[in-house]
């Protein structure tokens, strides 16, 4: 019994690799925080262009996205997916506006602050439910997943 338990942690890796679905390899924080950042600009840019303003599409690739990243992080890089919601949004949303073109082009310095701070402002309910969430399922995992301890057998 005890060789098959060896093996099984052998194959699985170190506690701090671990993902939150059993038996399987997490991905690096950095890996977990890009592909929240790629869904969420995949689903900003797809609703800029359809809506001219973010939509469901993006409220649901942003969702997914930061769910699936502290999720499938390793358990010692949960800090950044965790903490991540805000930061996306922040990222994600603006470059999406600037590069989409969807800011006026002769209001000014003025008229590019508002067409980009409307759709964080909008964004706000969605950040903080996915942000809830998150912190939820990370708190979650420091739970659940804590170091193992030695076994001392007398």
Same mark, same amino acid.
């Given at each position: 019994m005890?060789?098959?338990r060896s093996?099984?942690?052998?194959q699985?890796?170190?506690?701090?690799d671990?993902a939150l679905?059993? &038996?399987?390899?997490?991905?690096?924080?950095?890996?977990a925080v890009?592909?929240?950042?790629?869904l969420?600009?995949a689903?900003a840019?797809v &609703?800029?262009?359809?809506?001219n303003?973010? *939509?469901i599409v993006f409220?649901?690739?942003y969702?997914?996205?930061?769910?699936l990243?502290?999720v499938?992080v390793?358990?010692? *890089?949960l800090?950044?997916p965790?903490?991540?919601?805000p930061?996306?949004?922040a990222?994600?949303v603006?470059g999406?506006v600037?590069?989409a073109?969807a800011?006026?082009t002769?209001?000014?310095?003025v008229?590019?602050a508002?067409a980009?701070?409307?759709?964080?402002?909008?964004g706000?309910p969605t950040m903080a439910?996915?942000?809830?969430?998150?912190?939820?399922?990370?708190?979650?995992?420091?739970i659940?997943?804590?170091?193992?301890?030695?076994?001392h057998?007398l």
């Open positions: 005890t060789g098959t093996r099984n942690i052998a699985r890796g170190s506690w701090g671990q679905l059993p &038996d399987r390899s997490g991905v690096p924080w950095w890996a890009l592909c929240a950042l790629g969420a600009a689903g840019f &609703d800029i262009e359809r809506l303003r973010l *939509g409220q649901v690739c969702f997914l996205g930061c769910l990243a502290v499938v390793q358990r010692k *890089g800090f950044g965790m903490v991540q919601p930061l996306i949004l990222v994600a603006p999406v600037l590069v073109g800011h006026p002769g209001g000014g310095m008229a590019t508002l980009v701070g409307t759709p964080l402002i909008d706000f439910i996915t942000t809830g969430f998150t912190l939820a399922i990370g708190i979650f995992r420091l659940v997943q804590r170091r193992p301890t030695p076994r057998d």
